[in-house]
């Protein structure tokens, strides 16, 4: 069965791409806001904000539903939501905190969606393997005999 097929037998939920989709999108507005304007590391901002240019590749992929996209970008995510984590428990007390935060809740909420959205498809593949290896595999001599 090919990924196409396997994308269109399967009932992918459309909220979830769009919660996805927004969430990559803000995540990576908010990545440049804060390192360039809202809580830059040093006064008139740094290179930082370049953190946000991975994000950019995947917008396109998933805001078409692509689910290998959705899929790499779930995982490049994570990234995103550890430094947000790191920045909580090592900045000093100040905006730094609250923009971490935020891009705490953006990750994992772009994490969640993108997770359950490609779920479904990836039952309907499983399930599409199973049944063509079971069609595929024959059936002893052993067991037609007996079954006579």
């Known amino acids: 069965m090919q990924p196409a097929d396997t994308e269109s037998t399967a009932r992918l939920n459309a909220a979830l791409q769009r919660g996805a989709i927004v969430s990559l999108v803000l995540l990576l507005l908010w990545c440049v ?12 901002g740094t290179l ?8 950019a590749f995947a ?10 996209t959705i899929q790499w970008a779930s995982m ?25 935060w935020i891009e705490i809740a953006l990750s994992t909420t772009f994490f969640f969606c993108s997770i359950f959205y490609v779920r479904p498809a990836k039952r309907a593949a499983k399930h599409a393997k199973q049944g063509l290896k079971e069609a595929t595999t024959p059936v002893p001599a052993d067991r037609d005999a007996a079954s006579k």
């Open 59 to 68: 917008v396109r992929g998933v805001a078409k539903g692509s689910l290998y």
């Open 76 to 100: 490049l995510v994570l990234l995103y939501l550890m430094e947000g984590v790191v920045r909580v428990m090592s900045d000093p007390p100040g905006p730094s905190i609250m923009a971490a």
């Open 48 to 55: 930082l904000f370049l953190k946000a240019l991975p994000l």
């Open 33 to 44: 806001l804060w390192e360039v304007w809202f809580a830059p590391l040093r006064p008139g």
